[in-house]
């Protein structure tokens, strides 16, 4: 009996070793792939295929500087649109409105706008948020294109705002009660509290959501792609039309015939990869630096 | 470890060409997204006729040469012959059949949907960005009597790699040396100027929503979607509306042997100037990788059937369908297939 409980204890043990392993070997896996299949290109681009401009299948000169520029810039500024709503709603759900029907109805829609297809996402951004840009960018004076860096921003700041909210939510409930009724106790309003608090006791966990919102924003492609324009030109501003890296390849994956060409798209998503993952681990790094500081 | 890096390697390149597993029985086909309404539809009566079953995969262009070359199907399609030097790399001899045309016209979008004229040099500086204006005088001067609006143009083009931009911009490379020089030809080039689309509902999107846009979709979407079409002038001189008989007519000339030719900016004289044909492509020697006779030989008949009795379903799908010249060249095509050497269909 006891025998038999202990070799299944074993055989237990092994399998979530292997899983572990497995999802190990298909990281680095993916990892090297991208790497061998870059290859071609490495070796003909070398360090110019960051710093150059030209993106032109025909004469065979690859460069990714106005992908990476278009990726960065709308993720950031999503970022940056997306923070304010996705902490009010973090402190909504996880302070002012705990329980009752209109938290949970709340919750449940936040949940909701994460499970919309991104695909439809992008329909509502081409038919409703594109003329409205539009005729924002006529009262403004710009060319009206409608679509560009900003339209793609405000959509993937809507995109990604469940996934901060809903995990600033969670660690703003964690927030031990006692420390929260002594603040109250001396005095502290509301605000204060949470100034003073709530905010400092869960800011690695508001943290590690909003990085994990950005790695969301850094690889969405069908909905920037179809608002964003696809221009293969440096912005220059937040209204000019732009393309991302993953919407380059999504693009133009099908109909790469050419090995060069193939494997310039290729090591275009080699470089989105090392870039979520540097992302990943400076994320890491800020919430350990973080934790420890209200310790 | 290394099996595992070749199985990522496989999944990667197959990302945008879904997998075409091998049936036993029927044909297997990939390829152009352009013609595959009409193709399902011959499929469809060749299946209620003959009962053999053709599994077509519209992966694009790109994704069925790849396909053709790596042995997983048994006929590619392309809208964009193969050069010389993508021939080179198959170790066998490769075919291209013609089976219908398509055009490529030029839709814009202007208050009143007025119908424009416009010459092929027009075009070409519209989309290399040194015509920047609706009222610019040389519009002006090819549409007298017709009020155009001071309004900026934006250009609207494709955003993924199409059959339908290497029509459109080996016709710019044919009628513009600047062009030829600057962009060149390609199914992705790199636009001078404009926003990308994705496919032509993408650019016509575009096209529908920016007041003072202009774009360039395949004629048989513009049919469809009503859109505005641009009156071109052709080679000869003459200003051609784009349809199904114009498109046609452009293949009246004096074609290659083996189809593959470019039929932008046409010599016929009625011809509609951005037009081409889409080919089905096959190895010439049908013995290999251990294929069956009989497989070959339904092959032949299915390729011969789509050009002759398949032909009359692609006017009312919005294809033009190979004038008789063309046939002609087709029917000597599919009669040099060999399996061991022999010819399959002799007559």
């Known amino acids: 009996m006891k025998k038999d409980s202990l070799k299944s204890e074993i055989a237990f043990q092994k399998t979530i070793y292997f899983s572990g392993v497995v999802i190990l070997l298909l990281l680095l896996g993916i990892f090297f792939t991208l790497l061998f299949s870059s290859l071609p290109s490495i070796k003909a681009f070398g360090l110019k295929f960051l710093t150059g401009r030209e993106w032109d299948p025909v004469s065979g000169n690859f460069a990714a500087l106005p992908f990476l520029a278009g990726t960065l810039l709308t993720s950031f ?50 038919f409703i948020l594109v003329p409205v840009i539009r005729f924002i960018e006529l009262k403004l004076g710009l060319v009206p294109y409608g679509v560009g ?18 995990l600033g939510k969670e660690v703003i409930n964690l ?16 605000f204060e509290v949470i100034k003073r608090v709530i905010l400092p006791y869960a800011r690695s966990g508001i943290f590690a959501g909003i990085l994990l919102s950005l790695g969301r924003a850094l690889g969405e492609t069908m909905a920037v792609t179809m608002v964003i324009g696809n221009s293969h030109f440096l912005p220059t501003s937040i209204f000019s039309p732009s393309n991302t890296m993953a919407s380059v390849i999504a693009n133009e994956f099908t109909e790469a015939v050419d090995t060069l060409y193939l494997s310039s798209l290729i090591e275009i998503g080699l470089l989105l990869f090392l870039i979520t993952t540097i992302v990943n681990i400076a994320g890491r790094y800020i919430i350990n630096k973080v934790s420890v500081e209200v310790r | 470890m290394k099996v595992l890096f070749s199985m990522i390697l496989t999944g990667l390149l197959l990302m945008g060409a879904s997998t075409v597993s091998r049936a036993e029985s029927g044909l297997l086909g990939a390829g152009a997204t352009f013609p595959y309404p009409l193709y399902s539809k011959m499929f469809d009566v060749y299946h209620k006729e003959y009962g053999v079953r053709v599994n077509y995969q519209a992966i694009g262009s790109g994704g069925g040469i790849r396909q053709l070359l790596s042995k997983t199907v048994d006929f590619g399609a392309s809208d964009a012959f193969m050069s010389e030097e993508e021939l080179k ?9 013609p089976m219908c045309l398509g055009a490529v016209v030029v839709t814009y979008n202007l208050p ?28 002006k001067k090819v549409n007298p009597g017709l009020r155009l609006p001071a309004m900026k143009i934006i250009v609207a083009h494709r955003s993924d790699g199409s059959g339908t931009t290497f029509i459109f911009t080996d016709y710019l490379s044919k009628v513009s040396k600047e062009w030829r020089e600057k962009v060149g030809r390609g199914k992705s080039v790199s636009w001078p100027v404009g926003l990308g689309g994705k496919g032509n509902p993408g650019v016509a999107g575009l096209v ?23 009156i071109i002038k052709n080679k000869k001189g003459n200003f051609i509306k784009a349809s199904i008989k114009s498109t046609s007519l452009a293949a009246n000339v004096e074609l290659p042997p083996d ?3 470019s039929l932008t900016n046409t010599d016929s004289e009625f011809g509609y ?14 013995n290999y990788d251990s294929r069956s006779k009989s497989k070959a030989k339904t092959l032949v008949n299915l390729l011969w059937w789509m050009t002759h009795q398949g032909q009359k379903y692609a006017e009312g799908l919005g294809y033009a369908p190979l004038p008789d010249e063309a046939v002609k060249k087709a029917e000597k095509i599919i009669k040099s297939i060999t399996y061991d050497g022999r010819p399959i269909r002799r007559n």
Not at chain 2, 89 to 97: A, F, G, N, R, T
Not at chain 2, 124 to 133: E, H, S
Not at chain 2, 209 to 221: A, R
């Open chain 2, 89 to 97: 790399k198959s170790p066998y001899q490769i075919l291209h059949i």
């Open chain 2, 259 to 261: 189809t593959r030719v």
């Open chain 1, 149 to 166: 860096i900003f339209t793609a921003s405000l959509i993937l700041s809507v995109m990604i705002i469940p996934y901060s909210a809903s």
């Open chain 2, 273 to 286: 100037p951005i037009s081409g044909f889409t080919w089905i492509l096959v190895y010439k020697e049908q």
């Open chain 1, 77 to 126: 500024l999503a970022l940056v649109i997306s923070i304010p709503f996705s902490l009010s709603i973090a402190l909504l759900l996880g302070e002012y409105s705990k329980g009752g029907a209109i938290s949970s109805f709340l919750t449940g829609m936040v949940e909701l706008l994460a499970g919309i297809p991104s695909v439809i996402y992008g329909f509502w951004g081409l």
């Open chain 1, 175 to 190: 927030v031990p009660r006692e420390l929260k009724e002594a603040a109250y106790s001396l005095g502290g309003t509301k």
């Open chain 2, 112 to 139: 009143g949907s007025p119908e424009i004229r416009l010459t092929p040099d027009i075009i070409a500086d519209i989309f290399l960005g040194k015509i920047t204006r609706w009222d610019d005088f040389r519009i």
């Open chain 2, 208 to 230: 529908k929503q920016i007041p003072g846009s202009v774009g360039y979709v395949e004629l048989v979407y513009a049919l469809q979607s009503n859109m505005p079409a641009a």
